[in-house]
């Protein structure tokens, strides 16, 4: 027999019960789509930005770095960072790069600033002019510049693709003819790899929620009718055990 169950259940089971979660459960939004929380002043002063925008801080920053100038970057090259949180590979390319040369983009506004006004500040390059922006939608034009270099250091291994297809879309826009677009990804062995894979660098990533693994294949897709070539670089050595790729803008 049907029995109709009280509205407040009905409700409940909709709606959730309003109890709060344990702090270790991530929402949705934090699942799919990370990088959303604003970092507090007391989480500024006690230096944790670094470890919030990735860790690794001094490992990686360098080894994003070493990994251009091995590409040929010098300093008269202009340069766009996308994901740069907190200027991690940030303060090496400002201080290498000349004055105005480097610019940053990032969703999350806190990392921006931080990046912006402390780590700049510590490493004495205020004076340098980098352009910063805190944005969520890859609005690259409104630099209003272009770049032969582009870097998305560990930003695809946290996008789902429809974030990625824009920010190619709008990383292409600015990118000069014989351009590079460089771009760090978690590979999947398989196309429809819907298993997670445990990496020898012990990071766990997953086909449809952060991180995120992708197989090369898509990359290619998504650079379908856009003036791009993709090449795939293979591990670099890269710290986490990322894949690289590069699009070439023809
Ligand atoms: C692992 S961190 C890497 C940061 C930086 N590339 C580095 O190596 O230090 C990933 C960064 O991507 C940023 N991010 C995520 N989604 C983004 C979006 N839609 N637009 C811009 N940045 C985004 C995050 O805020 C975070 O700073």
Redesign the pocket.
Known sequence: MFRMRPLRTLMRRVLGSGRARPATVPTNTERF???TRQLSAAEIAAGKHRAA??GKWEE??KW?FEFLRGQGLVPQDYLL?????????GIHFVAYLEPGHYAG????AS?VEVGGRLELTRAGLEDRRPSLLA????EVGRFGRTFNFAL????F???PVN?IQR?LVNVTAVLQPGGRFFATYFDAPTVHHLDRIQHPSGVETYSDRNPYHYHASIFAYLATSLPLRVESLGLCNHPRGQSMLVFHRS
């Open positions: 789509y990370p990088y925008a990735g990686l920053g994003q960072d996308v994901g740069c949180g907190a200027l991690r590979g983009i990032d969703c999350n990392y944005n969520v939608d890859f998305a250091q560990s930003l291994t946290h996008l974030a920010c």
